[in-house]
C-alpha cells in the first residue's frame, strides 16, 4: 500500500496541538489543577490525531478494496470526540457543600478538544487564535472578574422551639437586615421542634452574615442554627 500522503503536514499539526494544548494546560497547572499541564495536552493532541485519522484514513475519497467502495465520513470520529470529552470533563466537576468547582477546568478541556479537532482537520488560523483567546479568557478576564459585583447564596437553616408564628418572626428578621429570602422550605416537626431553611442572596461582606447569624442564635424559641 502507498504511504499516506501529507504525513509530514500531519505531524506539523500534531506538534501545533501539542503546543496549543500545553499552553492552556499550564495555566491550569499554575493554579494547583489535577487536569493541568499533562492533562490538557494530552486531549489536545489526542483530538487532532483521531480527526487526522477519521480524515485521512482512506486518502481518496471513493477508494476501491476489490468490488468494495468505501467511503469517506471525517464526521463521525469527531463527534464521538465531542461525546468522550464531555465525560472527561464531568470527572473534574466537584460539587462541596453546595458550591460547584471545575467548571473552567471542564470548559478548559472542551476548548483543548475543540484546538484539536481544528488542527487535526487542517485549520491553522483558527485553532491558534481559539488558543489565544483561550489563554486571555483564562488570565486577563480572572482580574476583570473580580471587579464584577455578583450575589452570593448561603442556605441558613434554624431550629426552632414551638413558639407562636416563628416563620413571621424570622422573615421580619432577615429584612430588618436586607437579607432576602429566595427560597424556604419546612421540615417536618420532631419532638417538638421544626426546623425551616433560607435561602439567602448576600450582596454584601461575609462579615454582616456572621453577625446575623448571631443574632439568629441568640432568638428566644431558635434552638440551632446552621450555615450551608
Request: hydrophobic residues 45%; glycine residues 10%.
Amino acid at each position: 500500500m502507498e504511504a499516506y500522503p501529507f504525513e509530514a503536514q500531519l505531524l506539523l499539526r500534531m506538534i501545533l496541538a501539542l503546543l496549543c494544548g500545553a499552553a492552556l494546560g499550564y495555566e491550569r497547572e499554575r493554579h494547583g489543577i489535577s487536569a493541568g499541564l499533562r492533562t490538557n495536552l494530552l486531549v489536545c493532541l489526542g483530538s487532532a490525531l483521531f480527526m487526522g485519522i477519521s480524515k485521512y484514513f482512506y486518502y481518496k475519497t471513493g477508494e476501491s478494496l476489490g468490488t468494495i467502495t468505501l467511503g469517506l465520513d471525517p464526521s463521525r470520529i469527531g463527534a464521538q470526540i465531542v461525546s468522550g470529552i464531555g465525560f472527561l470533563g464531568a470527572g473534574v466537576i466537584i460539587k462541596d457543600r453546595g458550591a460547584v468547582r471545575g467548571l473552567t477546568t471542564a470548559a478548559t478541556l472542551w476548548l483543548n478538544a475543540g484546538v484539536g479537532m481544528a488542527l487535526g482537520a487542517g485549520m491553522l488560523l483558527i485553532p491558534l487564535s481559539c488558543t489565544a483567546l483561550g489563554l486571555i479568557s483564562l488570565t486577563i478576564l480572572k482580574h476583570v472578574q473580580k471587579h464584577i459585583h455578583h450575589d452570593t447564596y448561603r442556605v441558613v437553616s434554624v431550629t426552632c422551639h414551638e413558639a407562636e408564628h416563628p416563620l413571621d418572626a424570622l422573615l421580619a428578621f432577615f429584612a430588618a437586615r436586607q437579607f432576602p429570602v429566595e427560597n424556604l422550605s419546612l421540615d417536618k416537626m420532631k419532638e417538638g421542634l421544626s426546623t425551616y431553611r433560607f435561602t439567602i442572596r448576600c450582596n454584601r461582606s461575609c462579615v454582616d452574615m456572621v453577625r446575623c447569624i448571631r443574632d439568629l442564635a441568640e432568638i428566644g424559641f431558635v434552638s440551632k442554627v446552621k450555615v450551608f
